[in-house]
């Protein structure tokens, strides 16, 4: 399959990427990885604009990252203490960084980005290669729920504001476990489509998929706070850590 790791970042300008998921808060993510880090160097794929990044290296830990869209690692670079931020450019799936580190982290379902369950298992062993022995690799992800659709099709508010808007109109092919989004943008300054397709794998795969790598599984929660995840939770904070031996 022919897949372009950069295209993400072309179809969303970067500033309104930034704009679209503002409301979402980084601290309690930033507290748990702090802690999962243990003061160590933390590696993010995917690393996007810096909203996990940024707050990890003004709570003292040195970060590196990997991105794709050329647009949005210079969104990066402008913003205050973007510059201390080492990003390599390329595809997560294979692309390597210099060192070892304490923790990799994949957040906001960005390993669903990748277009086919090779490219999801080759992203593990990437990860495992990035970690010095008894690192850890988080992924934070959402539970794939085929029952929210009708007919093969969703549409649903992400973000409702006094000054902007943001849906989600989906379709589902289930057959290669895909979906293929729009998310619409709503302001006073018009309208902002912003397409991105998915992947999607649940939670027992990516276990799998960790396995592969040489990883195992050491924390799953409903969320970055650590709270249970349970039959009805519909997101997942896991943990994949690797052996102090290997």
């Not at 390599?88 to 060192?99: K, L, N, W, Y």
Request: hydrophobic share 45%; proline share 6%; with cysteine.
């Amino acid at each position: 399959m022919s897949f372009d790791a950069s295209e993400y970042g072309r179809h969303i300008p970067a500033d309104v990427y930034d704009t679209a998921f503002a409301h979402l808060d980084p601290d309690v993510a930033v507290d748990r990885l702090v802690v999962l880090a243990d003061g160590g160097p933390v590696c993010e794929f995917g690393i996007g604009t810096g909203r996990l990044a940024l707050p990890l290296l003004r709570r003292g830990i040195a970060v590196a990252g990997i991105e794709a869209s050329a647009e949005m690692a210079a969104r990066l670079k402008e913003k205050p203490d973007g510059d201390r931020i080492v990003v390599s450019t390329g595809d997560f799936a294979e692309t390597r960084v210099p060192g070892e580190f304490a923790l990799v982290l994949l957040a906001f379902n960005t390993i669903f980005a990748l277009p086919d369950q090779a490219r999801q298992v080759a992203c593990f062993r990437n990860a495992a290669a990035h970690l010095r022995p008894g690192g850890r690799f988080v992924v934070e992800a959402w539970v794939p729920d085929p029952g929210a659709f009708r007919a093969g099709a969703a549409l649903r508010p992400i973000r409702v504001a006094q000054e902007m808007v943001l849906l989600e109109a989906a379709h589902l092919h289930p057959a290669e476990q895909r979906m293929t989004t729009t998310k619409i943008h709503l302001s006073n300054d018009g309208v902002r489509l912003l397409p991105a397709n998915h992947r999607y794998a649940w939670p027992a795969e990516l276990d799998l998929m960790a396995e592969l790598a040489g990883l195992h599984r050491e924390h799953r929660w409903a969320d970055w706070s650590g709270a249970a995840f349970t039959d009805d939770s519909r997101d997942h904070v896991t943990v994949y850590r690797r052996g102090e031996g290997a």
